[in-house]
């Protein structure tokens, strides 16, 4: 198994854009502050953009799951199912990102202690900075995501559930096959603007201690007294990855589309 | 012809509609139940660790923290709105130069993440001391307070820049064409006619970017600024209570429902005209 991971992160390190065989990190020379070695800062900084980009592609699929089912709720004739998700995104979207971390950080210590000490382990219980970060960013993004998608959801005209009842669908083959693809039509430039904000807040993260960018940036800054230039790099590394996405989603809209070319 | 010569018999009435409990309804049950469950176990969780010395000691710290939080907000949000006015010309203007100046001013600042703006301005700066110390700006960029006014001013007039131009844009053409037929000076139609209308357009999103910058300014406590945040972090790393960061919750909750409350009675208010 050991070997196995270990021939995995060698095949993916030659595809690093940074210090990889053809990274573009090689191109300095070895005692610069950001080569790859030792020395340089390149690969710890690298590693931080690989944290922060897997922490947001981490959240996304909790986010967006979460989010779905409760525009699902929103919309429901259940009055305690509305009132119950209601104040979920009340308190969600009200609440600074950075205390959430906070609240769900520390919160979740205190409960795992509690629990740990019911089951009869008295030690310190740490919690992964990744798994906090993980839920309070795809909570928030739950939240700001349900909206997004209620919104979308009454945009789909009544006719087409009826459509799907007229054709002897089920309500979830309703749902999969006609509804599902006009919601994310419509709905994606709004979780496009929601994904870059995820991946701004996971810069938060570096608080609670996470090496992403801005912790490996702000480490370096610290130890060479460098600190325009690696807050600059870190906020150039941050614009890479919103322009990186921004083609993304346009590729995305593109092909979402394209039954409407024709018109 | 026949007719009936004795009533009907009175039918019995249609059975009621009994609905089914249907599986939405536990849902609602047991997630309404997991909130009642939660805020009781909060309450608990308050009520055992109370205590009305570390409100009388904490307290006041709470009420100064709220005091700065609303004044570095305030401050940077009209002063990025002033900002902002010749930043969305430049976005508008048909000068390529001004426009891309304009353009790659507000990406950079929409595209990086607020906090990573205000480590560049407040440690970043500080490594051109004696520069700044000959040009006399070191006591602004000393103070994290001045280096988070002015790292918020220049992001939300990037934000506001956009949601000005968005607005003035959705402003439809024949409504300057109707300016120009009544033989209007532009500037006089811009204020009496687009102005007015884009304005309407654009009081939301202004309205989610304060509740944005409310929320946003919680990062000053990471730079030594004691807003309600940074109040709050001093507490709990004194008392180790984490019911420090509850009280917090509760106080930017309330203000970002305020604040919402309020600019739905504005828009209301404000847009009476256009109900039928």
Redesign the interface.
């Known amino acids: 198994m050991q070997a196995a991971f270990a021939a995995l992160s060698t095949f993916v390190s030659w595809f690093d854009p940074f210090c990889g065989p053809v990274g573009i990190l090689q191109l300095l020379s070895p005692d610069s502050l950001m080569s790859c070695g030792d020395k340089g800062w390149g690969d710890e900084i690298a590693y931080g953009f690989l944290i922060t980009a897997s922490l947001a592609i981490c959240t996304l699929p909790v986010g967006l799951f979460l989010g779905f089912f409760i525009a699902l ?1 929103k919309q ?10 209601n ?1 979920y995104t ?2 969600f ?7 959430t971390l ?2 769900v950080y ?2 979740l210590q ?1 409960v795992a202690q509690q629990v740990m000490a019911a089951l009869g382990y008295e030690g310190p219980v740490e919690i992964n900075a990744f798994i906090a970060g993980m839920i309070a960013l795809g909570v928030v993004f739950s939240a700001y995501c349900s909206e997004v998608l209620l919104s979308a959801f009454k945009a789909i005209p009544r006719g087409q559930y009826e459509a799907g009842d007229a054709l002897g669908f089920h309500r979830g083959r309703t749902m999969r096959l006609i509804i599902l693809p006009q919601l994310v039509r419509i709905a994606l430039p709004g979780l496009g603007n929601l994904w ?1 904000a995820l991946l ?5 993260v ?2 609670i201690g996470l090496p992403d960018i ?1 912790r490996q940036t ?1 480490v370096a ?1 610290r130890v060479t ?4 230039e690696f ?2 790099l ?2 150039l590394l ?2 890479v990855l ?2 990186v996405s921004s083609v993304v989603f346009s590729t995305l809209e593109r092909y979402t589309k394209r039954s409407e070319v024709g018109r | 012809m026949s007719h009936r010569e004795a009533m009907l018999p009175a039918l019995p009435p249609p059975p009621g509609v009994t609905r089914r409990a ?1 599986l ?2 536990y ?3 047991a ?2 139940g ?2 009642i469950a939660a805020s009781v176990g909060i309450f608990l969780f308050v009520v055992d660790s109370w205590s009305v010395e570390k409100l009388t000691k904490y307290g006041p710290n709470f009420i100064s923290g709220l005091g700065v939080t609303l004044t570095l907000v305030s401050i940077s949000v009209v002063l990025g709105g002033i900002l902002s006015l010749p930043i969305a010309y430049g976005r508008m203007s048909k000068n390529k130069v001004l426009s891309w100046i304009a353009y790659v001013y507000v ?2 600042f ?8 205000l ?2 301005v407040y ?6 001391r004696p520069y700044l110390e000959a040009v006399g700006l070191w006591t602004f960029f000393r103070d994290a307070w001045f280096c988070a006014l002015l790292t918020f001013t220049l992001n939300t007039a990037a934000y506001q820049a956009e949601i000005l131009r968005g607005a003035i844009q959705s402003v439809p053409r024949g409504q300057h064409e109707g300016a120009a037929a009544l033989g209007l000076p532009k500037r006089i139609a811009f204020f009496k006619i687009i102005l007015p209308q884009a304005m309407i357009v654009a009081l939301r999103p202004y309205g989610n970017e304060i509740i944005l910058m ?6 000053v ?2 730079v030594t600024v004691f807003d309600l ?1 940074g109040e ?1 972090r001093r507490a ?1 790393s004194r008392t180790y209570d ?1 019911q420090m ?2 009280w ?2 509760v106080l ?2 309330i203000m ?2 305020m604040l ?1 409350n309020l600019w739905a009675w504005i828009e209301v208010r404000l847009t009476r005209h256009l109900k039928r």
């Open positions: 709720a429901s004739e259940e009055k305690s199912l509305r009132l119950a998700t104040i009340t308190i979207r009200g609440l600074p990102e950075l205390l906070f609240i520390y919160g205190i870059m701004k807040d996971t810069a938060l570096s608080i801005l702000g800054a007294k460098h600190a325009f807050f600059s870190a906020c941050f614009l919103a322009m | 249907s939405s309804h849902i609602g049950l997630a309404l997991f909130w990406y950079f929409r595209g990086t993440p607020l906090i990573t703006q480590f560049l440690y970043g700066f500080g490594s051109f409310i929320k946003g300014s919680a990062i406590a990471i945040m709050t709990f984490f960061y509850l917090a919750a930017y909750l970002v429902e919402r």
